[in-house]
């Protein structure tokens, strides 16, 4: 008798809602019966309402049964999920679920679908091909590649990645850098440690064809440390892709040279700001650099340094394997490719989406996400992280795309879309954005460091006291210095979901709707 | 703050990890989370000692250890509760579940509880914000947390810390 095979997700989000208890109960059950069963603990399908989503080979393809718990899993066997049996809590072959099945799955179309440390199956699901590519082209070529993608920064800047390594490229230094922002300290945003948890090679590639094409050897990944499980994945998929020959000194037997280490951050947002970053790793505060030097000419450790989020990094095989036309036919205007959408709070259906530019919040909303989870109407949306904007439903149909947002105020930034239903008080909410900017200010700048503080106080006088039309003229001035005036984007951008909530919403300031200018 | 100097055995631990990180570059980082997993804590009486081998003066040291949220100058108590107070949180409970820690465990958030059961302290995103609310017990993750099972979670950590000595 063959062994039948289980899937049972070690993402950390399946690990919190009880996987490695289903993992054992199903190991127990099958001892039980005298059944062989192989047990594999692959990464997330994204599909985060149904963790722990466990996944039973069959002829059919694999099926899925979620969410699982432990007490489910004897009546499981009883029904014959082992060849693909009728529960409940079936929800049929994994890749015909609507939500999966929607999707455009470019940089995450191995996810969940491989053992993560496993090197065979990355290289089974067309793993290491762009770098095998990029290793036998010239760093000219690969950067053109990268550049004529269209490929930007999804850290949020959404600057084009080529440009920037065509500048590190450019100079001359003994040692240049790629360095991995996996800081990813933005609330509704967990794509980056998707991909570090679930296919950390996609990311390791990455980085080596970034340090083919900009002749830097080293690397560096700097983690969260609130992500333990990523910092561990990580280090052991380096360790076994070192061994395996596709990192070190001889990357891919062409004679360069490629080395990766993890640094594990220390708890503080503001070090997601690159030039911040640069300084943690260096061992220093987490203090933001002004700007120029530019970190791609004078980086870390003063050296020439291409620096790029972990989903930017991970895009770059699949540009190099399948060619930059391949992946610059998805998107819209200049917005090329796809966006790994996370979404996030209060929905029903929360997960994983990536999908081509261009897409509408309402089709996230309500097509993936399929409403709230109270069953309540949505009230907001936060798009971009806590920096980003409440976007209002007047702007629900408006194509996900970069200069689309900037249009009217909003940034699509990391991808991170958190709901709030009709209960939120959005200026809770906007004292809160000020609250967590003067927790998190590294203090190098005034409007940040004071005006955040300032912010939490002229909000509160806002909703508790009497001249509130004049404390929103003080608090729009305030805002407007710190848009104009703070050295990086925690400061800066701060105000945006501010004066958003201030605008959609002024109810909530106890402030007579009539008095809103148009948005 | 308490002075409590550190054991001869913690220095020599301190001691070892300074000779195996000091050569790195940018050590500071990697070495004190060296020492915060091997003792617990960063004591302010290891200062010297890692800024001299770094060539940093102590005030850099101090200032970078205070730095960042996840050092900590005193040990915390035998259990450390974590509630997520970022937006994805706070949009399914997680202000109400932070609130209720408090009464459950009779702490204050940033607080380690008077008979050093408990440490409880707000975070700002564990990563599991389509599962929201997140809390954080010792290093297992707990999502899609209702109060109900909060106060299950934390009867645990209180019932250890009743019968502690």
């Known amino acids: ?519 | 703050m308490k002075l409590i100097p550190s054991s001869a055995q913690d220095l020599a631990t301190v001691s070892a990890l300074i000779a195996e990180h000091r050569d790195q570059p940018g050590a500071l980082l990697p070495l004190l989370h060296a020492v915060q997993d091997a003792l617990g804590h960063v004591p302010d009486d290891v200062v010297p000692a890692i800024a001299r081998a770094l060539g940093l003066s102590r005030a850099e040291v101090h200032g970078v250890i205070t730095y960042y949220h996840f050092f900590r100058r005193e040990a915390p108590g035998r259990q450390v509760v974590q509630v997520c107070r970022a937006e994805a949180c706070q949009a399914c409970g997680g202000e109400e579940l932070l609130a209720l820690a408090e009464r459950v465990l009779g702490c204050e958030r940033h607080s380690t509880r008077a008979d050093g059961a408990v440490t409880l302290e707000p975070v700002y995103c564990l990563g599991l914000c389509a599962s929201s609310p997140a809390v954080q017990i010792g290093e297992k993750l707990h999502a899609r947390v209702t109060p109900a099972r909060l106060q299950s979670l934390l009867a645990h950590v209180a019932d250890t810390a009743e019968v502690a000595p």
């Open chain 1, 1 to 519: 008798m063959t062994a039948v095979t289980f899937y049972v997700p070690c993402d950390s989000a399946a690990l919190a809602v009880g996987a490695d208890e289903v993992a054992a109960a199903i190991a127990a059950e099958a001892r039980q019966r005298g059944l062989a069963v192989s047990i594999v603990r692959n990464g997330s399908r994204g599909l985060f309402w149904l963790e722990p989503l466990v996944e039973v080979a069959t002829p059919a393809g694999r099926v899925a049964y979620g969410p699982v718990a432990p007490e489910d899993v004897p009546a499981l066997f009883d029904a014959g999920w082992q060849d693909g049996g009728a529960h409940a809590l079936r929800h049929g072959v994994t890749e015909q679920i609507p939500f999966l099945a929607l999707q455009e799955r470019l940089t995450f179309r191995r996810m969940g679908v491989t053992d993560p440390l496993s090197l065979a199956d990355y290289e089974a699901h067309d793993g290491w091909a762009g770098l095998r590519r990029a290793s036998g082209m010239t760093p000219e070529a690969i950067v053109n590649e990268v550049t004529h993608s269209g490929l930007r920064g999804r850290g949020g800047a959404a600057f084009p990645a080529g440009i920037k390594w065509k500048t590190v490229a450019g100079a001359t230094a003994a040692q240049k850098y790629v360095v991995c922002n996996a800081d990813e300290g933005d609330s509704g945003t967990f794509s980056d440690r998707m991909t570090m948890e679930g296919d950390p090679y996609m990311l390791i590639e990455g980085m080596a064809i970034a340090g083919l094409a900009v002749g830097a050897t080293m690397g560096y990944v700097y983690i969260r440390s609130e992500y333990p499980h990523a910092v561990a994945t990580m280090r052991e998929a380096i360790r076994r892709a070192t061994a395996a020959g596709f990192l070190g000194d001889n990357v891919c037997g062409h004679g360069r040279a490629f080395r990766l280490e993890v640094r594990k951050a220390a708890g503080a947002y503001v070090c997601g700001e690159e030039t911040a970053m640069l300084e943690s790793i260096e061992g220093k505060r987490g203090v933001v650099r002004a700007k120029p030097p530019l970190p791609a000419l004078e980086g870390l450790f003063g050296q020439p340094t291409v620096i790029n989020n972990v989903i930017t990094l991970a895009t770059v095989p699949v540009v190099l394997a399948r060619g930059a036309d391949f992946y610059r036919h998805f998107g819209v205007g200049r917005s090329h490719g796809t966006l790994p959408f996370q979404l996030a709070g209060n929905v029903k259906q929360g997960g994983l989406v990536e999908k081509a530019f261009g897409l509408t919040l309402r089709e996230l909303l309500y097509g993936f996400g399929a409403g709230t989870r109270s069953g309540r109407p949505v009230k907001a949306v936060q798009v971009g992280g806590p920096l980003g904007a409440y976007v209002p439903e007047s702007k629900w149909d408006e194509p996900l795309d970069y200069e689309a947002y900037a249009a009217f105020g909003a940034v699509v930034g990391h991808g991170g879309i958190v709901v709030h239903d009709d209960t939120a008080d959005m200026a809770a909410l906007a004292r809160y954005a000020m609250e967590f900017c003067a927790l998190e200010s590294c203090g190098k700048c005034t409007p940040c460091r004071i005006g955040s503080t300032r912010g939490v106080e002229v909000i509160d006088r806002i909703t508790q006291g009497p001249n509130k039309l004049q404390q929103v003229h003080l608090l729009r001035d305030l805002c407007d210095t710190m848009l104009g005036g703070s050295l990086c984007a925690m400061g800066g951008m701060t105000p945006y979901p501010v004066l958003s909530a201030l605008d959609h919403y002024p109810e909530d300031f106890g402030i007579a709707p009539p008095s809103e200018k148009a948005a």
